[in-house]
């Protein structure tokens, strides 16, 4: 057994219950997205115990695959939020399946599957083919999730735009990756690094090739300025997609930036100052095009799509800094870092959505007035969850801050690091706006809400799991700067 | 585990335990009882010594070291005997009001425990952080004006609030970076210290961190001019919230001065163009707040003004910084905190029973509520100085700290600041005595009518008016706390 073989594993089923859907139109969705999550979670239990061993391995994919502390931990980070989705769109199955053609979800809990495969497999890749090939196992299932839910005209805007968008960046990203091969003469990390340190390489085609590379995976992890697509797909897909793609996808485009910019910015690289000033404007700019445009929404969805932008910004700011030695973790682990502590506030914030929604409320701060009356754990869950995006001491939100701006301030970087200050500050105005609102108790005559126990105990393990990640992040930690014996980190 | 540890928790627990259904009120005024003999014993067992005591460290992270390290010497110890005390007070005197006034007093005094009580700077801002919070949402929830004014007052101290907080969140940055020595980031604040002493920053550089920390600490304090949320919200504030936040939780501010910036900074408060902008700052509370108080017409707008005015000595006292005039602010800081939360006590009572505050209406409540009116006694004449009481310790302690060293003929620029600065006793007397006739002598307004409160009702204040009335004929009591030089 190896992680390989989970990998392949995970993709097999997902096909497996298509065609069981397509053949056996009778079995019920709950069936299917047990099996589903069943058979995550036994991939993510399988993965824990064979996560450190390389040695089984099988052979042929040796050259295309590396197994370090960053892998480990995307390739758990991609099981855990899979099984979440899986588990969030089972709640919302209800309302969700009014707006599906034949009143179905099983895509829904099959595709999951495959891009969960596809996001293993890109925190192993090691070259630019892998990582392309990846990238397009989970971009081309999520067009479909995107525009699953068809009869809304929003959800068809969405997966419309999406689809659009998406397969322009794909065309950009290639286009890079072609002009990269071009200046280097190869497609792996290491001989990019490798050519990037040597003098005699072309700077203009190393560089051109770099920018179009980071422009297409700026698309898809939303940085200023290809972000326009963001609030609208996210309003438009189905809320445990919008999850998905807040925080999967997210993570993703970010281990392959890290892969990227690792070998980018590798000691004595000739693009090195360039690509690195190229990351703190777009960064300072998708801080602040994420945060001030968010002062002003009316939609809790579009909210935080709005804030998952500009989460985006802290990430691209904590990969422009370059080894922060004061501290224990890379720039890589960083980003990892956040993106852990960004995954359950943002699957929080949504599966309250998603409840809500349940409920037959709507998704706008107007509808959250006086939810704490309503539902006192729902919306102490809920403030939990945005307080921790807002970044407020104490929860998990504010040490991923804190590692970015000591991060900036180390190096010094003040100008990034005061339009982050300034995208923080937006960030607490309206955070704190959704949350005054929650707390709000003129004229809620309003009947209350109720949930399963199932939807309450996995919405407080969330809630828990970023208090204790806020004042206890050692463990986290531990994961990310521990790389095996044997494995060696193959760019840094 | 050390007992630091417990009194922090303990408010947090009450907490706990009202949302899994215990009755508010016997779980927080239990919590907060067993509290203040917590904060007795440690102090008692503290007197008479020097440097950290209790200490305790839970490690978090290793590289930057972070720990939730918990610590107390005497400035901490008396800062929380302060917050105790208010803690209580505030508690006890709520009735008939819904269990989430319980559970943000619990938050913001716990908040405010856990920041005097931690020695690692995250934790020290982390816990203010948690105690503003429930401030904010109290004062735009359940404060005493319209939803759409009310509110707006809230997002006012928000905003200046939040923004101080950024600005003190970049200066402690800058000291961590500074102080963490080549390799390794740390934000334990003794360690911080220790590097401190052994290479000390360059005055001018020392004095760019200096202001950045004064401006963020004192935004926190009202300090002119960034003062101008804290009499709407004061005024507007739900009665504990503003017992609390003018009593204890203003106060980490100046904690925050004494306790970190002066210790790491040594020189920063003394270079000549910071030192001249925080004199004319504090002049800007002492005299401009003392003149605007002397207008208010309403009761509540005189003690929120007031309370913006009285952090001006203070200040002079950190401006000072000689060891007197330290040990002077630390003891104002204590009994500024008391008196105001008494009298924001009595304050709301009154706004309670009568409807109004307003000086003009009010008149001869004496006659019917001789105790109230006695209890209110205490805490204005500790507000003006009256010897006895102690705020006139401390302020006598500020003002004399600032002439130790007298050279023939010269006046420095702090002794002159001193010498007008004396004129703000005379204002706090003329509007602290106008306030006291108005509300409490002359006719008996028509149809306005109160009197006193039961028994059990008075014990909150008498507590504080004891509290003052004890330091204040003792003053040793808490020096005794503070035996080494700041």
Known sequence: MSVFTIEAGLAALGLFLLLLEAFKPEISRHTLGLTAIAGTTLALVLFIFVSHDTASLPGFIQPWHQLDSLAIFYKGFALVITILVLWLTLQCAPYLTRFTVDGKLAEMFSLPLIVCAGMMWMASARDLVTVFVALELVTVSFYVLVAFARKSSFSLEAGVKYLILGALSTGVLVYGIAWIYGATGTMSFDGIAKALANPATSKTTALFGAAVLLCGLGFKVAAAPFHMWVPDVYQGAPTPVTAFLSVGSKAAGFVVLTRALDAFLVEGSIIGSEIQALLLVVGSLTVLLGSLPAMFQTSVKRLLAYSSISHAGYLLLALACRESARFDLSSGGVVAFYLATYLPMTVLGFLGLGLMRANGLGEDIKDFTGLAKRNPLLALLMTISFASLAGLPLTAGFLGKLFVFLGLADHGYWGALSCAVVAAAAGFYYYFKTILAMYTTEGTDVPALSFSVAAKSVAGALALAILILGVYPKPLQGVLTSDPPGVAVQVK | ?486
């Not at chain 2, 760019?208 to 920390?213: C, E, G, M, R, T």
């Not at chain 2, 009285?310 to 500024?336: E, N, P, R």
């Open chain 2, 1 to 486: 585990m050390s007992v630091l540890e417990l009194i922090i928790a303990l408010p947090l627990l009450a907490v706990l335990a009202i949302w899994l259904g215990a009755p508010a009120r016997a779980a927080s005024l239990g919590a907060t009882f067993i509290n203040l003999i917590l904060v007795l014993y440690t102090a008692v067992q503290y007197a008479g010594k020097t440097g950290l005591a209790f200490t305790y460290s839970r490690p978090i992270l290793e590289n930057p070291s972070l720990s939730f390290a918990v610590g107390a010497d005497g400035i901490s110890i008396i800062l929380a005997l302060l917050t105790a005390l208010v803690m209580l007070a505030a508690i006890w005197q709520i009735e008939d009001r819904p269990p989430i006034f319980y559970i943000a007093s619990l938050f913001i005094g716990g908040g405010a425990l856990g920041a005097f009580l931690t020695t690692d700077v995250f934790f020290i801002y982390a816990f203010h952080e948690l105690a503003l919070i429930p401030t904010f949402l109290m004062i735009a929830l359940h404060g005493r004006a319209e939803p759409a004014q009310r509110k707006a007052v809230a997002w006012k101290a928000t905003i200046y609030l939040g923004a101080g907080s950024l600005v003190l969140l970049a200066g402690l940055a800058w000291l961590v970076l500074e102080f963490s020595g080549g390799s390794k980031l740390t934000f334990d604040l003794e360690a911080l210290r220790s590097q401190a002493k052994l290479t000390p920053l360059p005055d001018a550089k020392q004095a760019q961190i200096f202001f950045v920390l004064l401006l963020g600490f004192g935004s926190l304090v009202s300090l002119f001019p960034f003062h101008s949320w804290a009499a709407p919200a004061y005024a507007t504030a739900p009665t504990p919230v503003a017992m609390l936040h003018s009593g204890v939780l203003k106060k980490f501010g100046l904690y925050g001065l004494i306790r970190i910036a002066l210790p790491l900074l040594p020189q920063g408060a003394h270079v000549e163009w910071v030192q001249n902008a925080l004199l004319l700052m504090l002049l800007g509370n002492i005299l401009v707040m003392g003149l605007v108080t002397i207008y208010a017409s309403r009761l509540d707008d005189t003690l929120a003004n007031s309370s913006v005015m009285h952090m001006g000595y203070i200040f002079l006292g950190i401006a000072a910084g000689t060891d007197i005039s330290l040990k002077g602010a630390v003891i104002l800081t204590f009994a500024h905190g008391i008196s105001i939360a008494l009298l924001f006590g009595l304050c709301g009572r009154m706004r309670n029973q009568l409807g109004t505050l307003e000086y003009n209406k009010l008149g001869g409540l004496a006659s019917h509520a001789p105790a109230f009116t006695v209890l209110f006694a205490f805490g204005a004449f500790a507000s003006i100085g009256l010897p006895g009481l102690t705020n006139f310790a401390g302020e006598v302690m500020i003002f004399l700290g600032n002439f130790t060293e007298v050279k023939a003929g010269v006046l420095s620029n702090l002794q002159w600041t001193v010498i007008l600065a004396l004129w703000g006793v005379v204002m706090s007397a003329v509007y602290m005595l106008r306030a006291y006739r108005s509300i409490f002598h002359g006719s008996p307004a028509t149809g306005l009518f109160m009197i006193d409160p039961a028994f059990s009702q008075r014990v909150p204040f008498i507590l504080l008016a004891a509290t003052l009335l004890i330091t204040g004929c003792c003053p040793w009591l808490l020096l005794n706390l503070m035996k080494s030089a700041l």
